[in-house]
């Protein structure tokens, strides 16, 4: 039997990673756009509290548990910016190109280029759930001036894993689902939940 679980997100990339991963264990994933849910508010400063935020806005607008996530880079040097405003970090509308070009120019002055993707998920079987599930993932890397391949989204082009001598853009969709905070992310959170 299976149970229908709605991810607080629209993004086709995430739905197909997670709903992949959550089948084996009896979810059924359905984006919110679907039943019409308008973005969340992520008004706080934490990974976990803007995840909480819209994994209750889903369920509550919905009555169906939900899934949510929020991620981003958090560069060392920077004081671990952008962190939870990686998404706008160079204000509105957001803009991939614009964000990794404010990236580069607050790095520039500094030596050390250490960074780390994280991603936090968190599980709610009703809106007012007090005990939700809650997982995270963090990958570790450096930040690079010049960017390198074509896939991925956001940061990836000049985010390198020094172990792979890769750009995370420069890596498979499976590769990097594989090693990813969110493929870490989910893998634990699929561990709880079974």
Known sequence: MTQRLILASNNAGKLKEFAQLLAPIGFELHPQGEFNVPEAEEPFGTFVENALQKARHASRLTGLPALADDSGVCVNALGGAPGVYSARYAGEPKSDARNNEKLIADLASHADK?????????????????????????????????????????YDPYFLIPALGKTTAELEPSEKNAISHRGQAIRALVEKLR
């Open 114 to 154: 250490s960074a780390y993707y994280y991603c936090v998920l968190v599980y709610v079987r009703h809106a007012d759930d007090p005990q939700p599930v809650i997982a995270d993932g963090i990958w570790r890397g450096q930040i690079v001036d010049t960017p390198r391949g074509a896939n991925g989204f956001g």
